[in-house]
């Protein structure tokens, strides 16, 4: 509630007009610094000010354009924390003082750092007069333009992110109902361009911010949050974001897309989703010299320190919310698999980029398998040629491996079934602890180099062959791109790839567009028609010889959002690997007979949340059958299920039936009647 001070309006309305006159007056004249010499306003650094309390008060008057102290009345304001943000006569944004983040427990609602009005006010006529952020799209020669972003989805972005901002249950009712069409602007590729310009176009905070300076506080600033009941979080530190490398505190924009699809997708309610980020810093000099960036000024912490940061945030999430679902993403690879390990058997988390994505991967191969007539178990006997050795390519390569092992083949002999390639090419063992431990057991056998693509024998190919020479060599069945390089499959390696076999499965999974391996339509040229076309990020369908050739998806989004309530809605201990394959299998069983002979290896997007309810439910039964689930109501529904229907679980419209417990169970996004409760009452 918001409360006028004590003097009179009039004087207040005057003293008002006092105040715009002298910091008209003000504005563009020299005026002593917070540390006593002379320069323009706002000259002080955020920094300064935070260190320095003397400094913050002379700052506040000078940023007003105020030296007269009768205008430094304060507003009352009854409320704390979120409200006082979303109070359009109180919200300061970024530029609330650090003593006040602290008094009206805004900690963890804002980015870190801290602007005066002047450079808010810069900022905003940069936009007005220039549209700054979506120049850019506007640039023919911009790559994300030329994959296919255009002004339009970012017009289209904006819209809906407004919408969100004054009405969730409208947005989420839209993106559900519409979620084909706007998969491409809430999410990938347009999330990218969002987290790029996340600083420029901050308006309304979402989501908690932790960042290095709060270390040692992060459990209370958890409770800065407003809601006590929150499902999930979909936390980054920002440091491998998509294919576009570090951006630092600018990574929320990607916590905030995935929870979009928690939401509209598997059916978490909006007010128990949080998009986190962990800002330690950013190695982006870029970004750290742009003055619009909103993230820690600073290099990232490493080792011990930034381990230590990261586990005082999971011990705060538990904390205020001890049975929370974290789902880890965009680390980049040197920190994932070692926090998903650190955390994995402890806590209800899992890392998207890994597991999300290889349980994607596996399951759009079995429908390719399928959709060639072939069983799921062949996959023992494919070859993989793989670009991109980092925490996505290995976290596939490795649930590929297990998905061999399943059906029968030798640890060896599954390995010997990839070629990993790297930013230097083929990974042989020469490269020796070079590269990670989990990628030495796929090196091949090291040769000499020797001309075009290395020696002889069985192992003809040297270190560091590029993957035209790894294609023609060896004549895999699936390539795989998570590279996040662009477009480094050429003419001859597609063509390559078709010639060594009928349907070659064609898998550029990087993000957004312009960072795609290849393109759909250079995939159905170059493979004349006969590939099977799956990307991380949406392609309009190709066409070859008058055929229309579908452009998959192959992104973990259609993974994470029922895995995730899966887990949730039993309350899972831990996500297993066993639930992470129920996941897999459940999503390669979702395609019809007549999409698989059409090509299509991954289901529309159209009724997403049936693809959610198959994969949650399958999920469910995994959890239960390991002695996983601990919710008591679920279980219940479990049994009742297995009872009913035994391992049957297609198409069952059943009351009786898991899946129906599953959508019993989802938000809708629907406008429910509100009571009005007075305080104390209900408290
Ligand atoms: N479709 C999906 O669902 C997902 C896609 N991804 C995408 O995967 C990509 C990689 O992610 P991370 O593994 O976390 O990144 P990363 O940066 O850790 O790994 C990239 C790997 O690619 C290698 N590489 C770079 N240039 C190469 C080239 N020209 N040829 C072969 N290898 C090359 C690097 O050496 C490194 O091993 C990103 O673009 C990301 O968007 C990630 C997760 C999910
Ligand atoms: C899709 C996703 O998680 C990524 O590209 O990182
Ligand atoms: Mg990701």
Not at 113 to 121: K, P, Y
Not at 540 to 556: C, H, I, R, T
Request: net charge negative.
């Amino acid at each position: 509630m918001l409360r006028v001070g004590t003097r009179p309006l009039p004087s207040a309305a005057a003293a008002a007009g006092r105040a715009a006159a002298t910091a008209r007056r003000a504005l563009g004249t020299s005026v002593p610094t917070a540390s006593g010499g002379n320069g323009k306003i706002g000259s002080t650094t955020s920094e300064a000010v935070e260190e320095d309390g003397d400094a913050e008060e002379k700052r506040w008057r000078y940023y007003r354009g105020v030296p007269d102290r009768r205008q430094e009345l304060p507003v009352y304001v009854r409320d704390l924390g979120k409200p006082v943000l979303l109070n359009p006569l109180l919200n300061k944004g970024t530029a609330f003082l650090w003593s006040e983040r602290e008094r009206f427990h805004l900690r963890g609602l804002l980015p870190s750092r801290m602007v005066t009005m002047e450079e808010q006010t810069a900022k905003v006529l940069e936009e007005y007069r220039e549209g700054a952020w979506d120049k850019a799209a506007r640039d023919p020669n911009d790559e994300m333009v030329q994959a296919g972003l255009t002004p339009d989805n970012i017009r289209k972005w904006e819209y809906l992110k407004g919408i969100q901002g004054q009405n969730e249950t409208l947005f989420y009712r839209v993106l559900m109902d519409n979620f084909a069409e706007m998969a491409s602007v809430v999410y990938t590729p347009t999330v990218g361009w969002a987290c790029l310009n996340f600083s420029r176009m901050f308006r309304i905070a979402r989501g908690m911010y932790f960042s290095a300076k709060d270390r040692g506080h992060m459990v209370s600033i958890a409770y800065n949050w407003p809601s006590q009941k929150v499902d999930a979080i979909v936390v980054t530190d920002g440091s491998r974001i998509l294919g576009l490398g570090d951006l630092g505190m600018n990574g929320m924009g990607i916590s905030v897309g995935k929870l979009d699809l928690y939401v509209a997708a598997a059916g978490f309610h909006p007010a128990r989703v949080l998009p986190c980020v962990i800002d330690v810093g950013t190695n982006n000099k870029e970004l750290r010299e742009d003055k619009s960036y909103l993230g820690l000024n600073q290099e990232r912490l490493e080792g011990d320190e930034y381990l230590q940061v990261v586990d005082e945030f999971v011990a705060a999430a538990k904390a205020r919310w001890p049975k929370v679902l974290i789902q880890f993403e965009d680390f980049r690879t040197e920190y994932a698999s070692k926090l998903l390990e650190r955390y994995r058997y402890e806590h209800l988390c899992f890392n998207d980029d890994i597991q999300g994505t290889a349980a994607t991967a596996l399951a759009g191969i079995y429908a390719g398998l399928a959709a060639t007539n072939r069983p799921f178990s062949d996959i023992r006997h494919l070859r993989f040629v793989v670009c991109g050795a980092g925490s996505a390519g290995m976290g596939v390569v490795q649930w590929l491996c297990k998905a061999m092992e399943k059906h029968g083949a030798d640890p060896d002999e599954a390995a010997g079934k990839f070629w990993i390639l790297d930013a230097d090419g083929l990974i042989t063992e020469s490269r020796g602890n070079s590269v990670e431990k989990a990628t030495r057991r796929f090196a091949r056998k090291a040769t000499p180099p020797a001309g075009e693509g290395g020696g002889k024998g069985d192992e003809e190919l040297a270190d560091g062959a590029n993957v035209e020479q790894v294609v023609k060599k060896v004549r895999p069945e699936v390539l795989l791109g998570l590279s996040g390089a662009g477009r480094i499959w050429s003419s001859a390696t597609i063509e390559a790839l078709a010639e060594g076999t009928d349907r070659p499965l064609i898998f550029p999974m990087s993000n957004p567009s312009h960072k795609s391996e290849c393109s759909a339509e250079d995939a159905a040229k170059y493979a004349k028609g006969r590939g099977i076309f799956a990307s991380g990020s949406p392609f309009e369908d190709a066409s070859y010889d008058g055929k229309v050739l579908p452009s998959n998806q192959s992104n973990n989004l259609y993974v994470f959002p029922g895995l995730a309530l899966g887990a949730k809605l039993c309350q899972s201990k831990l996500v297993t690997d066993g639930m992470i394959m129920a996941a897999s299998e459940a999503l390669a069983n979702a395609n019809t007979p007549e999409d698989l002979a059409e090509g299509r290896i991954y289901p529309g997007l159209s009724d997403v949340r049936s693809i959610s309810v198959r994969v949650a439910a399958a999920v469910m039964r995994q959890a239960h059958a390991e002695g996983m689930a601990t919710r008591e109501n679920a279980i219940l529904a479990i049994e009742r299920d297995v009872n009913a229907f035994g391992d049957d679980h297609d198409e069952n419209e059943s009351e009786a039936s898991l899946e129906r417990y599953v959508m019993n169970m989802m938000y809708f996004p629907v406008y429910t009647p509100l009571a009005y409760v007075p305080r104390g009452v209900l408290e």
